[in-house]
Antibody, heavy 120, light 107 residues
Framework: EVQLVESGGGLVQPGGSLRLSCAAS????????MNWVRQAPGKGLEWVSY????????RYADSVRGRFTISRDNAKNSLYLQINSLRVEDTAVYYC?????????????WGQGTLVTVSS | EIVMTQSPATLSVSPGERATLSCRAS??????LAWYQQKPGQAPRLLIS???TRATGIPARFSGSGSGTEFTLTISSLQSEDFAVYYC?????????FGQGTKLEIK
């Protein structure tokens, strides 16, 4: 069974940092591109970041570029999101999602999400 | 950036009836469009990719159509488990983008 399990969320003060992790299982992680998508409380979905299977191609939403860093460790079947200089508006559930890969970029499956709350 | 606009924001339909959800792109995305279903407290689930291809395990009552800038998700006969929020997503251009969602509620 393909499974993605996020961890690392929590309550952090504005300006703080967190590192989110996503543990993958049930598929050949090193063959797939991956993404982070977030959802603010009661709001819609926002794509955050993408990383290619090798890690050589990385993309970010404008809202997080320069503050967030996506990375992966294929030996550990893990995806990461380092989030720095956190703002109140970064409060959201953060999902990792497997990319369809190739020339398309839809998301299937998704993890259950990890909640990041930015508040003083 | 491609802006995705979904309508209506909320759709009230009775079980057994047909539901039609719309998604419009601010510029052509060809058929590079996906639909997702999200139930309260759950992660989104892929329904449709390539504008019209059902994902594995998705019932035939779900169908997608459209190309360019206008897309439709149709649920032919609503079941109780179909009441949820639906999102469209374009993957023709970076940054990837979602519509704001349509909430499908029981009438």
């Amino acid at each position: 069974e393909v499974q993605l399990v996020e961890s690392g969320g929590g309550l952090v003060q504005p300006g703080g940092s967190l590192r989110l992790s996503c543990a993958a299982s049930g598929f050949t992680f090193s063959s797939y591109e991956m993404n982070w998508v977030r959802q603010a409380p009661g709001k819609g979905l926002e794509w955050v970041s993408y990383i290619s299977s090798s890690g050589s191609d990385i993309r970010y939403a404008d809202s997080v570029r320069g503050r967030f860093t996506i990375s992966r460790d294929n030996a550990k079947n893990s995806l990461y999101l380092q989030i720095n200089s956190l703002r109140v508006e970064d409060t959201a559930v953060y999902y990792c999602a497997r990319d369809s890969s190739g020339w398309s970029n839809w998301f299937d499956p998704w993890g259950q999400g990890t909640l990041v709350t930015v508040s003083s | 950036e491609i802006v995705m606009t979904q309508s209506p924001a909320t759709l009230s339909v009775s079980p057994g009836e047909r539901a039609t959800l719309s998604c419009r792109a601010s510029q052509s995305v060809i058929t590079n469009l996906a639909w997702y279903q999200q139930k309260p407290g759950q992660a989104p689930r892929l329904l449709i990719s390539g504008a019209s291809t059902r994902a594995t395990g998705i019932p035939a009552r779900f169908s997608g159509s459209g190309s360019g800038t206008e897309f439709t998700l149709t649920i032919s006969s609503l079941q109780s488990e179909d009441f949820a929020v639906y999102y469209c997503q374009q993957y023709n251009n970076w940054p990837l983008s979602f519509g704001q969602g349509t909430k499908l509620e029981i009438k």
